[in-house]
């Protein structure tokens, strides 16, 4: 998975309480995002980083926020979570090249909101 | 709103014949278009892309098709095999943007 780890990798949680992803790299690729994957509607922009401190709002940021201290570290936290994040979340990287361009996945991390 | 467009949303595909996915799209400033393979339990992973200055691109068994006028693109999967059975994304990205659109998905099962 080029370089890159989530954890944790499953977690069961309660509705209301926060909740923080994590994803690191290795790659030391500039760009950063995170996603959710559901049934029906594929992968979902939430937020991404576009360098330390640099973020930026998805397609569906709405309950989440992130943070970027480093380079290798993109923090996904749910500020009270629903049972509507119940989801598989994929954190991917980038860097920009001039003749090709590939997003590198994560293994993903299952979060069940009961 | 969906920018990108998929379809079918699942498809069974005897071992040896061909898998064909569609994709299409809205925005005419999308100017890369990648189609990303997952397994089960895992990340998507690239399988092949295509910018639009060509109208076909080819790596093994797998094959886009591009048709920049009707705003689609499609991949073909050649004498498919039990081991192409994945979830399989279109995407495109508008030059410039370090982001990707993703099209739902398509559940691709190859049976023996």
């Known amino acids: 998975d080029a370089g890159i780890t989530q954890s944790p990798r499953h977690k069961v949680t309660e509705t209301g309480t926060p909740v923080t992803l994590r994803c690191h790299q290795t790659e030391n690729h500039r760009y950063m995002y995170w996603y959710r994957q559901d049934p029906g509607h594929g992968l979902r922009l939430i937020h991404y980083?576009?360098?330390?401190?640099?973020?930026d709002k998805g397609e569906v940021s709405d309950g989440y926020s992130v943070s970027r201290s480093k380079t290798e570290d993109f923090l996904l936290t749910l500020e009270s979570a629903t049972s509507s994040q119940t989801s598989v979340y994929f954190c991917?990287?980038?860097?920009?090249?001039?003749?090709?361009?590939?997003?590198?996945f994560g293994p993903g991390t299952r979060l069940t909101v009961t | 709103q969906q920018q990108v467009k998929q379809s079918p949303q699942s498809l069974i595909v005897q071992k040896g014949g061909i898998s064909i996915i569609n994709c299409a799209y809205e925005?005419?400033?999308?100017?890369?278009f990648p189609w990303y393979q997952q397994f089960p339990g895992k990340g998507p992973a690239l399988l092949i892309a295509?910018?639009?200055?060509?109208s076909e691109k080819k790596e093994g068994r797998f094959t886009i098709s591009f048709n920049k006028s009707a705003k689609q693109f499609s991949l073909h999967i050649m004498d498919s095999q039990p081991g192409d059975s994945a979830t399989y994304f279109c995407a495109a990205k508008v030059g410039g943007n370090e982001k990707l659109t993703f099209g739902t998905g398509t559940r691709l099962t190859i049976i023996p």
């Open positions: 295509i910018r639009p200055d060509v």
């Open positions: 991917a990287i980038s860097e920009v090249r001039t003749l090709t361009y590939e997003q590198y």
């Open positions: 980083s576009y360098g330390v401190k640099d973020t």
């Open positions: 925005n005419t400033a999308f100017d890369y």
